[in-house]
């Protein structure tokens, strides 16, 4: 196996919130090294999709309201961004699958985008401060909040040195960064507190079985359709016979069983939400984490 291949077979094994890491630390890496060797501005090629504060800038490139997200100001700035997502997305990528977790993870950099140019444009205080916005905190923070919402009960070792639980973590990082809103970089503290938004207000309405992503899954599907090539097919004549019927009737079972599994992942979640991940049985786990693969 070549080396591309090889690259290539190991980023497929990834799930999700790795890939997107990956994609994190490339774009990082490779904008570094093309400003060093080019002797190019910092912000020769980031400022085609960072996100700028004016909606009149805004308007001629559209797409900051996601790229801003794959930039990074700095090691440290990417290096906790990537800590935390890695950690959190651990947590949920064990309860739910890779689409809802992009679904909360773009959602909460677009709410905290935002966030980020509805307050540069209403609040006084903001006037006349030329800022842009980059980084990944938003969604990052948009992840971490929703598993603190979700599960506010579960446990996890801080600093390997003492359990606490995540309502307490998600309660802390919130206030940090209400608290440092006047000290500096108030745009950034305001997406981050944009993305732990998204992120409860999702978890509180999923928790009562209703998935705001769904609208924003469709959107990207079909945006993803008209790139992708049609073929032309010759046109077919369907007879139902007793075949097709019966078909039929192994649809309907599919989705009854589709149903039954659907109630036992919310009770499993239900308890996960009351009494910690810790307290599920062996087979619950086993059970959860089938689903999470299939999802």
């Known amino acids: 196996m070549s080396i591309g291949n090889d690259i290539k077979y190991k980023y ?32 020769f090629f980031m400022r085609w999709f960072e996100l700028p504060k004016h909606f009149s800038d805004f308007i001629t490139q559209p797409w ?9 100001g700095g090691l440290s700035h990417i290096f906790w961004n990537m800590l935390l997502l890695y950690f959190s997305g651990r ?11 992009l679904n909360v993870y773009f959602l909460g950099a677009i709410t905290g985008g935002a966030i980020f140019m509805l307050s540069y444009n209403i609040f006084p205080v903001f006037s006349g401060i030329d800022t842009s916005l ?31 639980k995540l309502w307490y973590i998600g309660v802390g990082v919130v206030l940090i960064d209400l608290v440092q809103i006047p000290v500096g970089n108030a745009g950034g503290h305001l997406a981050h507190l944009g993305g732990a938004l998204l992120g409860y207000i999702y978890a509180k309405k999923l928790y009562d079985g209703k998935d705001i992503g769904t609208g924003f899954e469709r959107l990207v599907s079909g945006v993803v359709n008209l790139f992708k090539r049609r073929e032309n097919r010759p046109l077919k004549t369907v007879h139902r016979n007793r075949k097709a019927q019966a078909n039929t009737g192994a649809a309907a079972s ?42």
């Open 12 to 43: 497929n094994t990834l799930n999700v919130g790795d890939k997107l890491i990956v994609i994190n630390v490339v774009v990082f890496i490779v904008n570094m090294l093309v400003v060093s060797l080019f002797q190019l501005q910092s912000d």
């Open 64 to 72: 900051s309201i996601i790229t801003y997200a794959f930039f990074h």
């Open 91 to 101: 947590i949920f990528l064990n309860l739910f699958g890779g689409r809802r977790f």
């Open 134 to 164: 980059i980084g990944a905190s938003a969604a990052v923070m948009a992840i971490l909040i929703f598993i603190c919402t979700y599960m506010p009960n579960q446990e996890v070792r801080l600093f390997f040195l003492f359990n606490v």
């Open 254 to 295: 599919y989705n009854g069983n589709k149903d039954d599994r659907q109630k036992k992942i919310d009770s499993i979640l239900d308890k996960i939400s009351k009494s910690g991940y810790e307290s599920l049985t062996r087979e619950e786990k086993d059970f959860l984490f089938k689903a999470g693969k299939e999802d």
